[in-house]
């Protein structure tokens, strides 16, 4: 392990300095290593940071446990992912609160072409865990590789990572603690079996604790990690609905299960339904009709330029990127064609009016087969 990532595990452990201030720290110093090199004054000046956080930003406690957090990861097999890494997960990195350092234990491919996150409630009820492995069942036959993201709780989360496993989907379980224990503990051996084709992740350091702050915390990662969100059962109050809440505010598309009137397991689903926050689906045909996936994916037109009619040679270049790369970012867009990003925004709006590419979270394109 590179002192470098000593230093970018110190910043995500100084008290008080969030994602968002972590980033701008970082960027107004120049480095990681810089941010413990500068002077309290200094620190104390840059916006945001004040005397309290300078002084806590010099304390050698913070250096101190990062190192021992570092032997921690190398004893354990486990993986530290910083947000400027080329592994640090596309979908997540869009989202401003995204945690600095990712940990994780097992595979770590969450930039798979599709990414569906599924949450309910943790007294699911015979029939959702039914809707929830029908569903992913569907989804392995129709669509697979498609990574399914959940939190590792009872109810529908521990339905969905075992209906992962059981239909050979990777699964990834994101943790309100540190990867030195399982929460619950029950589920420690369906993690250990995740990490095969899969694995578990957390923004936590080891030692950390369970804590309902923590778990509030963990659902903008799952929400943020994935294309889309479905909501299969839960209460009108509860994770869940916080969880699908964030994925609206992330510009995810939202599903939900509808339940029968009056059922208070019912009523989360239903009221996500009713204020157009989550579009109603009861199998996966219908998460496909709202997503826009196509079943026969595989078939990739590589020639369909040749048949296309185009009102630039911007929209020609772009749209031919997209055959070959099947899904980019504005970003990368921008990159592989030598375009500005304002050229490209234009021109993919166009596209997308003319109902070649669909847009996608994150501000990604893919092409309409």
């Given at each position: 392990m590179s002192d470098r990532l000593k230093y970018q595990i110190g910043i995500s452990l100084i008290k008080g300095i969030g994602p968002k201030l972590a980033r701008n720290l970082v960027a107004y110093v120049g480095n990681e290593q810089a941010v413990f090199s500068q002077s309290?004054?200094?620190?104390?000046?840059?916006?945001?940071?004040?005397?309290?956080?300078?002084?806590?930003?010099?304390?050698?406690?913070?250096?101190?446990?990062?190192?021992r957090e570092l032997e921690f990861i190398e004893n354990h097999n486990i993986k530290a992912v910083y947000f400027t890494d080329d592994e640090y997960p596309r979908r997540l990195s869009h989202c401003e609160d995204a945690p600095i350092v990712l940990y994780t234990k097992g595979e770590f491919n969450l930039d798979a072409s599709k990414v569906l996150a599924v949450v309910g409630t943790r007294k699911a009820s015979d029939d959702a865990c039914i809707n929830c492995e029908k569903l992913i069942e569907g989804i392995a036959k129709r669509h697979p590789g498609t990574v399914i993201v959940s939190g590792l709780a009872y109810g529908i989360d521990i339905c969905a990572?075992?209906?992962?496993?059981?239909?050979?989907?990777?699964?990834?379980?994101?943790?309100?603690?540190?990867?030195?224990?399982i929460y619950p503990s029950l589920h420690r051996n369906v993690a250990k079996e995740m990490t095969t084709n899969g694995g578990v992740i957390t923004e936590f350091p080891s030692g950390t604790k369970p804590d309902r702050p923590y778990f509030v915390k963990r659902n903008r990662i799952v929400a943020g990690l994935s294309d889309a969100l479905v909501m299969v059962e839960s209460g009108i109050k509860g994770g869940a609905i916080i969880t699908s809440r964030i994925a609206e505010s992330y510009n995810r598309d939202v599903m939900a299960f509808p339940g029968r009137v009056g059922d208070e397991l019912s009523q989360g689903g239903n009221y996500l339904i009713k204020r157009n926050i989550a579009a109603l689906i009861e199998n996966v045909e219908d998460l496909e009709y709202a997503l826009g996936w196509e079943s026969n994916a595989g078939a990739v037109a590589t020639q369909s330029s040749l048949f296309q009619s185009f009102n630039s040679k911007e929209e020609e270049l772009l749209y031919n990127i997209l055959v070959e790369n099947k899904e980019l970012t504005a970003n990368e867009l921008c990159v592989k064609s030598g375009l500005p990003v304002s050229k490209v925004?234009?021109?993919?709006?166009?596209?997308?009016?003319?109902?070649?590419?669909?847009?996608?979270?994150?501000?990604?394109?893919?092409?309409?087969?």
């Open positions: 309290v004054r200094a620190l104390s000046v840059i916006p945001g940071i004040g005397n309290a956080l300078a002084t806590a930003i010099k304390s050698a406690d913070v250096l101190d446990k990062a190192e990572h075992n209906a992962a496993l059981k239909f050979g989907l990777p699964t990834y379980g994101v943790l309100a603690h540190g990867l030195d224990r925004s234009a021109t993919m709006l166009s596209l997308e009016f003319a109902g070649l590419i669909k847009c996608l979270p994150g501000n990604a394109f893919k092409l309409i087969r």
